[in-house]
């Protein structure tokens, strides 16, 4: 065999031999492992077995002593090597595909650690809610809760006082469900007590102007820079006019759309009451004098 020759193949199975070695710690071990090639003509007989089955896996000698390399080759042990002897291209079946069973498996890094890093979400509590998140009804706390009773304070639709709290946060008890209808009432839409998204959406920009109140939902009273009105004025004047203190009609004021104004006439009235039945004289339509002149109107 010429010369080059074997020294293409001994440099090839010096390559394809240290890609066998997954480890430096393997390295001490590589002068028992490969063969004498330096002196060893023999090797390249056909009476070598074991390293001639290697040698006709990676190249092909021809009769002239020409030797031709085969790029198809694969080994079963590395990912890739280039080989010390000039980098011929040697691949590996081991870490991203297995040869063994007859059938191939991907040991993706990647497809791991997306699996093992996947959790389920964990579920909401009430304080995570925002409102609009989900339909309240009774019997529903939280978050979104407390934003919606926020909202029919301000529509004069309930009194703050009313509302009961769990864990810290609104309740959507009975009251606030009547509440609910009473503004469903005002806004045209269906009187279900279950505050939907259409619901929600009308009560975030009601004007309360538009609201019907009831008696009890605010405390009234009288100021010269700013006054009360609105349908809980009327229903005061007619409990007071029940009890005996009834307001002079002819300083009674109606504003274009029909709501009485809480004037300086009525809170006079509102002082003749408390003043008759024991109550703090302040002028005021507090809860106390509310209760007293429902309860002297029965």
């Known amino acids: 065999m010429k010369n080059s020759a074997k020294n293409k193949i001994k440099a090839l199975l010096l390559s394809a031999a240290a890609a066998l070695l997954p480890t430096h710690a393997q390295a001490e071990e590589t002068s028992n492992f490969?063969?004498?090639l330096g002196n060893n003509d023999d090797f390249f007989g056909e009476t070598n077995h074991s390293w001639g089955k290697v040698f006709k896996n990676v190249a092909k000698l021809d009769k002239n002593g020409d030797v031709k390399y085969i790029a198809s080759h694969r080994s079963h042990m590395s990912h890739r090597s280039g080989g010390g002897g000039g980098g011929?291209?040697?691949r590996s079946h081991y870490s991203h595909y297995s040869s063994y069973g007859g059938g191939s498996s991907h040991y993706s890094s990647s497809s791991r650690s997306s699996s093992s890093s996947y959790s389920k979400p964990k579920p909401k509590t009430a304080g995570d809610y925002s409102i609009g998140d989900r339909t309240l009804k009774t019997g529903i706390h939280g978050s979104d809760v407390t934003s919606l009773t926020g909202y029919l304070a301000t529509g004069l639709y309930i009194n703050r006082s009313w509302i009961k709290e769990k864990e810290?946060?609104?309740?959507?008890?009975a009251t606030i469900a009547s509440a609910v209808k009473h503004f469903q009432k005002d806004a045209g839409l269906p009187q279900t007590g279950v505050a939907d998204q259409t619901t929600?959406?009308?009560l975030k920009s009601w004007d309360n102007s538009k609201t019907t109140v009831i008696l009890g939902t605010r405390e009234l009273s009288y100021s010269e820079t700013s006054?009360?009105?609105g349908t809980d004025v009327t229903e005061?004047?007619?409990l007071l006019t029940k009890a005996g203190f009834a307001p002079d009609p002819k300083k009674i004021v109606m504003t274009s759309d029909g709501r009485t104004e809480f004037t300086k006439d009525i809170a006079t009235a509102v002082r003749f009451f408390q003043a008759y039945n024991n109550l703090s004289v302040t002028g005021r339509a507090d809860d106390a004098?509310?209760?007293a002149l429902k309860a002297k109107a029965q």
């Open 88 to 90: 011929y291209g040697h």
């Open 168 to 173: 810290g946060y609104s309740l959507y008890d």
């Open 227 to 229: 006054t009360d009105k």
């Open 200 to 202: 929600i959406d009308k």
């Open 289 to 291: 004098t509310i209760k």
């Open 236 to 238: 005061l004047v007619n």
């Open 34 to 36: 490969l063969p004498d």
